[in-house]
Every structure is written in structure tokens, then in C-alpha cells.
């Protein structure tokens, strides 16, 4: 008779091979997108040399942001929790504040660029300050593809409710599972991302 084999046992690569090819896409994109980060943050550590960014205030709405990324995640682990006990009215209203809080979050680090530019830090100066504009810029481009998904998934499951039997046929579709986790995973990538440029940015203005 055959055992059943802890998922803690089973190789890694016997994991992926039962992951939906969308899911594997998406992980193997993130880990590009995380070597591209180390890359620039090396790049920006390297630019400090010439530049120093301790005499300059660390723009107050990159605080703002950062807690607008953290109240978004939350939003996105909650919808994906929605859709596992079919609670289809709070999912729709999860991932419509998960847009709107992510909307807020672009907001304040554009603010946060006004206040770079304020202080003489601009995108066509030293190379510090481009490293700068390219780590939040990126990140917001990454985030806005998290953003466009959303919405499109809000509009998805609210035209869905219109109709019970569509609504049904929704929750219990292995590819509609599989896509919520696609946002709620990249969601929480976008998340640990940016903490980690922002600490990494407040550790050098002060």
C-alpha cells in the first residue's frame, strides 16, 4: 500500500510539477524581478560614495506609503480568504479597497518625488539620486500591473454576482482559485519589496 508522503518530503521540483503553469510563470518572474532590485540597490550603495544623503530629510510620504502597501496587503490576504468560504460581497469589497489603498500608495510616492526634487535630488543629477527614482519608479510599474489585475478581477466577480449560477460556477473553479492566489501572492511580493527599499533607503538618510 502507498504512503502518503508529508509535503515537507516531496522534492521540489515534484511540488512545481503539480503547480498550474501560470503559477510557476509567476514566481520565476518575481524571482527576475527580485535579482533586478539587488542589482540596483548594489548599484545605488556603489553611487553613495560620491554622495552624501544624510544632510537631506527623508521625504515624509514614503512613511505614508509604506503604510498605505501594508493596509493593501492585508486587503488582498483577506480577498483570497473571501474566496475560500465563498463570501462573495466582501471579496468584491476587499479587492475594490485593495485598488483604492494601492491607488493611494502610487500617490504618495509621486509626493515623495516632489519632495526629492525640492531638495535638489533629481533624476538627471548625481547618480545616487537617479538610483532613487528608478528603485520607487520600478516598483510602482510593477505595482500598477498588481493594480490593473485587481480591478479586473473586481469586475469580473461583480458582473458574476448579477447571476447565482454563475456566482457558483465562479468559487468552485480550480482556475479562478488559482488566479486570486496569483494576485494575492504577487500582492504580498509587491509588499516585502518595498519594505525592503524603503528601510534600505531610510538606513542611508540617516
Not at 14 to 19: D, F, N, T, Y
Not at 160 to 177: G, P, R, T, W
Request: include cysteine; glycine fraction near 6%; proline fraction near 2%.
Amino acid at each position: 500500500m502507498e504512503k502518503n508522503v508529508p509535503t515537507q518530503e516531496i522534492p521540489l521540483f515534484k511540488r512545481l510539477e503539480k503547480q498550474h503553469p501560470f503559477l510557476i510563470m509567476l514566481y520565476l518572474a518575481m524571482t527576475g524581478s527580485g535579482v533586478v532590485f539587488l542589482f540596483l540597490l548594489v548599484g545605488f550603495t556603489k553611487s553613495l560614495e560620491k554622495f552624501d544623503l544624510s544632510n537631506l530629510a527623508f521625504p515624509k510620504f514614503f512613511f505614508v506609503s509604506t503604510i498605505f502597501i501594508l493596509v493593501s496587503s492585508y486587503f488582498a490576504q483577506k480577498a483570497w480568504t473571501d474566496f475560500h468560504i465563498d463570501e462573495a460581497k466582501s471579496l468584491r469589497t476587499n479587492l475594490f479597497y485593495l485598488f483604492i489603498v494601492g491607488a493611494a500608495f502610487s500617490i504618495c510616492q509621486i509626493l515623495g518625488w516632489q519632495s526629492l526634487v525640492a531638495q535638489g535630488i533629481r533624476f538627471s543629477g548625481k547618480a545616487a539620486g537617479s538610483y532613487m527614482y528608478i528603485l520607487t519608479g520600478l516598483h510602482i510599474l510593477h505595482l500598477l500591473a498588481g493594480l490593473i489585475f485587481a480591478i479586473v478581477q473586481f469586475n469580473h466577480y461583480k458582473k458574476a454576482s448579477e447571476d447565482a449560477v454563475q456566482a457558483l460556477i465562479i468559487f468552485s473553479n480550480k482556475y479562478e482559485k488559482m488566479k486570486m492566489r496569483l494576485l494575492k501572492d504577487y500582492w504580498h511580493f509587491l509588499d516585502g519589496l518595498w519594505i525592503i527599499i524603503f528601510l534600505y533607503l531610510l538606513f542611508f538618510f540617516f
